[in-house]
């Protein structure tokens, strides 16, 4: 079973910046497609980065590119998210998740992490 722990929430003022971080227990076939998630209230759970842990490189949403970085670290099982320059809109629980396709798509994701609050006030 894939376990997914995450970390790094909190507040910030916009402008600033937040670094969250995943550890992952095990990799399987299943669980090859690493990504974050989000979810604001009122709202559906969205992609924000994924990775392949093989094959292409990371992938964003339009809203968060030029600001969020994905990284991981193979030999600690460890997935970031720097986040950078945050505004209001990117209020949210946060997730990660890992699943068998390469998508952003929330549903195609098999293994989730409990969340972790992030609150940007302007």
């Known amino acids: 079973q894939v376990q997914l722990v995450e970390s790094g929430g909190g507040s910030v003022q916009a402008g600033g910046s937040l670094r969250l971080s995943c550890v992952y227990s095990?990799?399987?076939?299943?669980?090859?497609?690493m990504g974050w998630f989000r979810q604001a209230p009122g709202k559906e759970r969205e992609g924000v980065a994924r990775?392949?842990?093989?094959?292409?490189?990371?992938q964003y949403a339009d809203s968060v590119k030029g600001r969020f970085t994905i990284s991981w670290d193979n030999a600690k099982n460890v997935m970031d998210l720097q986040m950078n320059n945050l505004n209001s809109e990117d209020t949210a629980v946060y997730y990660c998740?890992?699943?068998?396709?390469?998508?952003?798509?929330?549903?195609?994701?098999?293994?989730w992490g409990q969340g972790t609050q992030v609150t940007v006030s302007s």
């Open positions: 095990q990799y399987t076939y299943n669980s090859r497609y």
């Open positions: 990775f392949n842990l093989v094959g292409t490189g990371p």
């Open positions: 998740a890992a699943g068998p396709r390469a998508t952003m798509v929330a549903s195609d994701y098999l293994y």
